[in-house]
């Protein structure tokens, strides 16, 4: 069982930095929730490689850091097709 929990982390990781995904893209895509999507990255990684943890831990940062834009993105989008 460890092992393919620490395949998935390396995996989700890849996923996340080839992507530029957030975490509820990463989640939704392995099916399983965003706690063990941040949880493989930010403390199982660490444990199997870290530079791979510090890599998907800049995107996750840099998503989180744009989420409030995406968010605002979204809710214009939503406005603009209900009234326009």
């Known amino acids: 069982m ?3 929990i620490e ?4 995996e ?3 996923y996340i930095i080839e992507n530029g995904a957030t975490v509820r ?3 939704k895509q392995f ?3 965003k706690s063990t999507v941040h949880k493989d990255v930010t403390e199982r990684l660490l444990q199997i490689n870290p530079s791979l943890a510090r890599e998907a831990r800049k995107v996750l ?4 850091s744009e ?4 968010g605002g993105m979204a809710t214009r989008e939503k406005y603009l097709h209900q009234h326009g």
Not at 7 to 10: K, L, P, S
């Open 2 to 4: 460890k092992d393919y």
């Open 31 to 33: 099916r399983i929730s």
């Open 61 to 64: 940062d840099m998503n989180k």
């Open 12 to 14: 989700i990781a890849n």
């Open 25 to 27: 893209r990463t989640a």
């Open 67 to 70: 989420r409030h834009i995406r």
């Open 7 to 10: 395949e998935r982390a390396v």
